[in-house]
């Protein structure tokens, strides 16, 4: 009869598997590894802290054309106005074009997506900033100055695109998934507020213009108050930045949207991570990579139409690829899709438009005679003759945005926006495009964000 | 004939007996060394008798001395053996075909089907290893009650997605669509390290992942090679599954490999050759008739055809391309035959204390499309099992390496074939180049790009994977046994997808020499220490488990994108490449559980289980890291007629029910903190981060409560063996990704919801060995179900992001979208219902919480599925027929021709689209032809979103056919060869549907259906 003893190894075993039950508990402790912070340490000092804010220089890459920053301020109202059109891109670009924008257009969904991105990492590091204690207020102030213009820019291109949009200033997704959109007034309230407090913050400090510095939060600031038809405080802004004495108009205007270029306020060197020589999405995107190719986005008559031969920005702004006998012109401020040889930023602000807002907001003002010195600038600068002083002073306000179309034509939307101020898109429109109608001056609010958030209401006519 | 396998071999136990009497021990087992239950052991000399235990053990009485046993029962035959007073003895008997000693592997035990209780489901390796299959989750497709198997597409390697009892979890992605709930996958008690995740990154032919192939991808399981599988388990209710804890709420998958048999070693060769080619597709139109409908399509916009790319008026097919030539481009590119190539390996044998199997196979399948692409994987598979001399130790090593190779093409353009003109000139010059002019007219644009060129994207993904398990156990003391299970499971997948310059377009040069390079590796480890107790009370054998379990598992991937290189032949190198780039992702989970089961099975009759289990999982926060489930079981054998032979009508009979909660922790790490990460490049030398995701502190586990019945019955002595079940899942506290608008930042946040999914059924199988004499067997194997799926509740959802997306009372798979009203006779565009009623072209789509125009059209669950196998032998020869069926509504052909294109436009459709509207008062299938696309066109494009792209999928499919020779041996060769067999096969012979396109299992059009393939084989064992 044989009878198994207990021993050492069954005294071992239950001890052993008893032990294990208890001893668990911190087994599933972990940490973030593995190339993540948390927010707590990406907010606890100021070089963490300032690599957050540069994420957003950096986010922009993940946005050719779709993102405000990647270009979609230009082509999309290029598209639906009259200065482009998709002659080798993608039937969703057409829709743009023929003003039949599908709530399921995924461009369309991406330009608000990629925005709503950003005000996301603006409001996270505005909360995070605050809670920074291993910072200099110096510092502090530079961040938050710099970032309240990031959301700034975003809300004043989507509230022009969308019109009403939800206004977000918080990461609490509890206290935003539900919320409608807001009055565009009170959007354009928020961005004054920004823009105010970002110059206070920034006042003092000496940025470089690849970041958004004083004078960038001011040309913006220009730029919405003539958006509100507040010419008088539109000037004063778009003086401070003239007079500044920071910023000077580039003699050569191949030179103007060059890295080098002294007329820039603000703008964003491309994270060309992968280093493929590419230097702007718009670059990239405008200039075919060679003459047999037809260019994605070519210019439409009318914007040709303004210019004369000698024009020097018709010369160096313009490009043109002849194939089959037919003759696509495309735009050329940037000039290269990907090379080492030349460096460009993807401008967001330049001086040329503060002296064309300047101008505008003279004349209505009253002063003529300022008004057209400024015009002047502009117009010699391009090698064309400058008006005289005889002109009258209505057909002066015509010339300035007639200039204001040929200088900042594909230019974040220009010519688009300065239909809507001034109340002139449908009659503009409308014999150019027989399909156009009243509800065509904006674009739908993506049918994704309306499913998801009840909320939420569609543009007319979508 | 059933296979019986066991993962421990018991020993033999002595016990006690105080009285001096002559008594004897023993176990039983089978010629494969599984122990047998029920066996009647009487003594030649009379008087006693006794029955051994499920695990096979007895004790008996002995008259005298020395006495001999008899060994008697309906499933073994009659055995004698003499035996003396304490002795030990091993009892050896032949186990006859009976299914209800067929053991069934459970998490961390094994029964019969004889005291099962949970629903679970048994396919065994002659299910698996006869079709041409390799893949083995293609094998369960229509075996498995409740669980329904897709396959994505035809192509070798393709991702199978795999669903138990329905979608417990709302979850649709961004774009409305779901994504099903997996079972938890183990394989040889490991956690398989992928699970079922495709584990690729980049796109491929067989990974098009498009809108309308959601799970497309490369399926881990190609890495296991159906040959070395000895049983497949599916665990469906909460007494099978509650072992599993947190993750076995979406049901569980037992992969267990072969193991060697006692015996004269035995070598086992298999060599199989097969051919494929594509199913029945849809005839494209021919230029005639395409030629018509382009000329049509432009007269009906009232525009002129030139030679601008870029707009619809573009027709280089009408001014340019010959009008006489006419080319079957589907058939060019993908009416091709694959070949089939596979051999086996295996040798295996041993003693009572020491078996061994040692596997190999060696597979290489090719593509139906031209060139020289193919997968091909070489495997290996090994087991080994010992026990000590005293039997008190016992080990049992299972190991897995494979390597897969699989070249393809890394464009998913290559479907697009389809829509080539048919008179696009020849693809190929007469030097063999890529033709990229025709007429003066050069292709500059993707409408005309030569198509060849997809084939000019290469794309090569290299697998490697290895399983091992190590299961120890050692007798501690009677009764009682510690058990160690510790297992490795590694799967490393590279990656490689490459454009060539001879694949570009001349006139597009933004397009350079790219190559990517990615690694996506998983690891994972696992140890459970467990104790397991084991004793007679009563009338009954009472067995408990304890144990606790950690598991570790990591996955990291990494992409490397280089660009410019000098040459096509460089593209390898990533030295070769001046620009190049990285970025990687790495993700890791702790878990850790204890668990403990208690089963009672008193008097043969009453069955008793439980178990508990209490979870712990590194996804969730500190105070949420933990959660408790178990289940009850309990099951009555009513009639067991095992033991007398009598002649009536049921044999055996057993109601059986449980109840439990399970769970889920299927969600990704550190969804409870708000992370950040480094963002890829530098902005003026400085580096960004970016965050990752909305946190959700509070978030927790998914639990799912299972209630199952069933009744097993054994008809015409046991040749009939039948079970029903029934069972209803509730899902009430979910893990979600819940749906968010942009404007908060991100698409989702990870949440638990409380919404009320049911997904309740009925499901019944049937054996039954109608014929079973020695010339003539026939026997039949059947299995239907019919589940239903509901959402019964959800708080809230008009104002909730799923507004428009569910509807309390409906299934999660619902259907919603515009009613098709067919065409306008005068207009000649199709129409609409509108919300009132009434026919309209374009219809008003959903918006801000309402559904306007959308209405219910109907569910996409199945509506009953399974499948029903013939199994012929008469003397050496025997024929197995498998047919699988399903009734399911789904999107047909049409859904691809007008979704984001024209019927009319420069590309090809198939030619029932003759059936159009041409003249007023025609009374036609399909609207008129346009070029007009997108925003123009709105009838056009919301067509797809209606009724009418949706039809009956419902099939019955031929799925395999096997024909096995038994070949005649020469009296000198028997010396040698035990057995040969000549085998004929055919898969996916025919269907019988009436679905309109393709294929409905795969559904749509412009993709590879499931292949049909014929395979001869031939089997020797010496």
Known sequence: MKKYKNNIWTKFSIIGVLVSFMACEDFVNMDLTGGELSSELVFKDSVNAEAAVIGMYLNVNSGALASIFGGAATVFPGLAGDELFPSNASVEYLQFYENGILTDNSLNSAIWLLAYKQIYLVNACLEGLDQTVEISERKRNQLIGEILQIRATNYFY??????????????????????????????YQQIIEDLTSAQQYLVQIDQPTTRANYYSATALLAKVYLSLGLYAEAEKEANKVIMSGKFSLMEDVVEVFSAESKETIWAWEVNDQSNTGMQTFEGLVFVPTNTSVIPQFTLQDPILDLFVESDERYVHWIGENVINGVNYHYPRKYHVART?????????????????????????????????????????????EPYSATIDSDLLLDHILTERRRELFCEWGSRWFDLKRLGLLDETMQPYKEWWSASSGLFPVPKNELDYNPFLTQNPGY | MKIIYTIISFLVLSIGVASAQYRAVGVLKNQNGETISDVNITLISGNNYTTSDRNGRFSITLNQPCDTLVATGVHVKRVEQSICSGDSVILIVETLNNHLDEVVVLGYSQTTQRYLVGSVTKISKEDIANQPLGNPLLALQGRVPGMTVSATNGLPGAAVSIQVRGQNAIKPDQHGRHHIDPPLFIVDGIPFSPQNQSINQYQSAISPRSSENVYGGISPFNSIDPQSIESIEVLKDAEATAIYGSRGGNGVVLITTKAGRMGKTQLDAKLDHGISRKGKTMPMMNTTQYLELRKEAYANDGIQPDLRPGLNTYAPDLLVFDPNVSQDWENYFLGNTAQNTQANVTLSGGNENTRFLLGSTFRRDTY?????????????????????????????????????NNTSVGTTDIIGVYRRMPNY????????????????????TATVANPLSYLFHPYEMKTTMLNAGLNADYTLTEGLKGRVNIGYSTLGGNEWSAYTNKGSNPFNHLVRRTATFGTNDFFSWIVEPQLIFDRMISKGNLEVLLGTSFQWDNNRMTSIRTEGHLDDNLLKSITAAPISSATD??????????FGRASYIWDRKLITNISFRRDGSSKFGPENRFGNFGSIGAGWIFIDQADQNQNRIINFGKLRGSWGVTGSDNTSSFQYISRWSPVPGAYQGQMGYAPQNLFNAELGWASTTKLEFGIDLGLLENRLYTTASWYRNRSDNQLINYTLPTQTGFGSVAMNWNALVLNSGWEL????RIYDYQKFRWSIGANISFPKNVLKRFDGIKTSSYATTYIVGKSLNLLLGYEYAGVNSVTGVFEYYNADGDKVPVPTS??????NDYKYLGSLDPKYYGGIQNQLRYKDLSLDIFVEFKSRMGANFLRHVYSGSVVGGASNVPAVLEDRWRNPGDDARFMKATTIDGSRNRTNQLFPRSSGAYGDATYMRVKFVNLVWRLPLMEEWKENISDATLSLGGYNLFTLTSYEGNDPETLGFYGVPPLRTFNIGLQVKF
Not at chain 1, 350 to 373: K, S
Not at chain 2, 368 to 387: E, T
């Open chain 1, 158 to 187: 989507l509230t022009q695109l969308y019109g009403d949009v939800p206004l977000i200033l918080s990461t609490d997704y509890r206290a935003n998934y539900q919320l409608p959109r807001t009055a565009q007034e009170q959007v």
């Open chain 1, 340 to 384: 080492v040889s030349r460096r460009e930023n993807y401008i967001i602000s330049r001086l040329a438009e503060q002296y064309l807002i300047r101008a505008e907001c003279r004349l209505r003002d009253g002063e003529f005679q300022l008004a057209l010195v400024d015009l002047n600038t502009i117009r010699q600068r391009a090698g064309l």
């Open chain 2, 368 to 404: 139906i499309y031209p060139g020289n692409f193919a997968d091909w994987k070489a495997s290996f598979n090994s087991n080994l099992r010992h026990q000590s001399l005293d039997k008190r130790f016992s080990l049992n090593l299972s190991l897995l390496y494979s390597h897969n």
């Open chain 2, 425 to 444: 000139p020849d693809l190929l010059d007469d030097q063999g180049n890529l033709v990229w002019s025709y007429g003066g007219h050069d292709f500059i």
């Open chain 2, 585 to 594: 992702r790495h993700s890791e989970y702790k878990f850790m559980a204890v």
């Open chain 2, 765 to 768: 199988s049937l054996d039954y």
């Open chain 2, 846 to 851: 959903p918006s801000s919480g309402q559904l």
